[in-house]
C-alpha cells in the first residue's frame, strides 16, 4: 500500500471562515509534508514533521496552522485565507525526513478562496 | 535550500519524437525521484535512483542518476499524446530541508 489520501478533494471557502485539510497514510512513514502548488508551477515546500515534530516552517503565514496528532494523520487547519491562497495542496509522506528515501503524494485538495 | 535546476521547462514536440530532460544540482543527493503529474491531481512517482550511474528503464521511460549523484536525466523515446504531464524531479538526503523539487518540465505531446 503506497497511498497517501487526502480530504477533501475540492473545497471552496470564505475569507472568514475555518477549515481543515486532512491526510493520511499507513505505510508506516515517519516524514509527512504539506507542499502548495499554483497552476504551472512545481510544488512548493510549506511543513515537514519528522516523527511527529514540526520539523520545518518555510516561513508559512500563521493562518495556515499544521497539526500531526499521530505518526498516521497530518492536518492543516485553515483560518482567515486570502483569495492568493486558493490552490492545490499537496500531502507527502516517505521513511524520514532525511536520507535515501521515496517520497508519496496524494491526489491533493484543490482548495478556492472566495 | 538546495537549488534543483531542471530543463528545459517546456517543451511540445510530435508524437513519435524523443526527448530528455535534465536535473541539475550543485549538491549531492541520496537519492532522486522523478514523478509525472496531471492538472489537478497529485506528482505520481515513477522512478528513484539511489547509486551514482545508475541507469533504469519504464518502458519508452530512461532514467540516469550522475556519477556524483548530483544530476539526472529523463529520456523518452517515441513519445506517446498520453506522455503529456509535468514531469519533476525530487532530491532527498541533500541535507535539513529534507525534499527539493526542480521547477518541473511542462511537456505536451501533439498527435
Redesign the interface.
Known sequence: DTEVTQTPKHLVMGMTNKKSLKCEQHMGHRAMYWYKQKAKKPPELMFVYSYEKLSINESVPSRFSPECPNSSLLNLHLHALQPEDSALYLCASSQDGRGSTEAFFGQGTRLTVV | TQLLEQSPQFLSIQEGENLTVYCNSSSVF??L?W?RQEP??????LV?V?TGGEVKKLKRLTFQFGDARKDSSLHITAAQPGDTG?Y?C?G??G?????T????T?LIIQP
Do not use: C
Open positions: 541520496s537519492s525521484q514523478y489537478g491531481e497529485g506528482p505520481v512517482l528513484t539511489v509535468l519533476l525530487l532527498s538526503g541535507g535539513a530541508d529534507g525534499l523539487f526542480g521547477k518541473g511542462h
